[in-house]
Structure formats: structure tokens, C-alpha cells
């Protein structure tokens, strides 16, 4: 399976923010939706990924500058994106290996949508199941 086909079953809705954001206001957005990360855009780009990690980071650090920092300031800008070809295996391996659990989907340079590590996982367990499911009824003779 591919992202596309895991899009087009989840939607390709994605929660952005404006780099000027405050983080309160952001982690308020993160509250409201039950997500884990916003995407930063500008112009409709992807500028960065503010993630619950990197508020926490910045909480550990500093917690009264919260209220006054702006997303651009905390957010990490060099983010780890997807195309919509690629392949769920190929894009677990790539989260795993870059401990992430929020890859933006992009296509000819544009956001087109989002998938978390729980989607990826939850997609690959469905097909092992369909897949498990048609060779105990083809060994067993059950062709319809």
C-alpha cells in the first residue's frame, strides 16, 4: 500500500499554523484536535513541524518564555516529508529511523496531507490481516 491509498481512507486534512503563531496558542490547537503536531506553513509551504516534543523541550528549558515565543522560534525546520508513492513499509522505515511520528505529505512541493505512525501501523496490520485471511481460505479451498 502506498500513502495515497492511506490518505484517500483517512482524509487529507491537516492542522497548520502561521510561523508567527504564539506556542500557546498552538498547544491550545494540538488540545482542541487530540494531535500530536501542527504543520508550519507559509504561502503554503511547509516551514516546520511544531510537535508536543518540541514544546516539551521547550517547557524543560524555560517554561515562563512559552507564553511570549512565537511557533518559528521552537519549531524544527528541517522536516522529514513523504511523497504520495511511497510505500507504507518504506515510509515506517523511515519514521523509525528518524524518531518521528508525524510525516507531512507532499506533492510538487505542496502540503497534500499527513499520516502519524499509528496510521501507518494500523494500515500495515489491516493488510497482514486481509492478506493472512485469503491464504487460510485458499489452502483451506474456500475460492468464491
Do not use: C
Request: hydrophobic share 45%.
Amino acid at each position: 500500500m502506498k500513502i495515497r491509498s492511506l490518505l484517500e481512507k483517512k482524509g487529507y486534512e491537516v492542522v497548520t499554523v502561521p510561523p508567527s503563531l504564539p506556542v500557546l496558542d498552538a498547544m491550545r490547537l494540538l488540545v482542541a484536535h487530540n494531535i500530536g503536531s501542527v504543520i508550519v506553513e507559509d504561502d503554503n509551504r511547509v516551514q516546520g513541524i511544531l510537535t508536543e516534543r518540541d514544546i516539551l523541550r521547550q517547557a524543560a528549558r524555560n517554561p515562563e518564555a512559552l507564553s511570549r515565543l512565537r511557533v518559528e522560534e521552537i519549531m524544527t525546520r528541517d522536516v522529514v516529508v513523504g511523497v504520495p508513492g511511497d510505500t507504507l513499509a518504506y515510509v515506517m522505515e523511515i519514521m523509525t529511523r528518524n524518531r518521528i511520528r508525524h510525516l507531512p505529505v507532499v506533492e510538487d512541493g505542496w502540503l497534500v496531507g499527513i499520516v502519524s505512525i499509528g496510521d501507518v501501523v494500523d494500515a500495515l496490520r489491516t493488510d497482514v490481516e486481509a492478506e493472512n485471511r485469503y491464504l487460510r481460505d485458499y489452502i483451506q479451498g474456500k475460492f468464491d
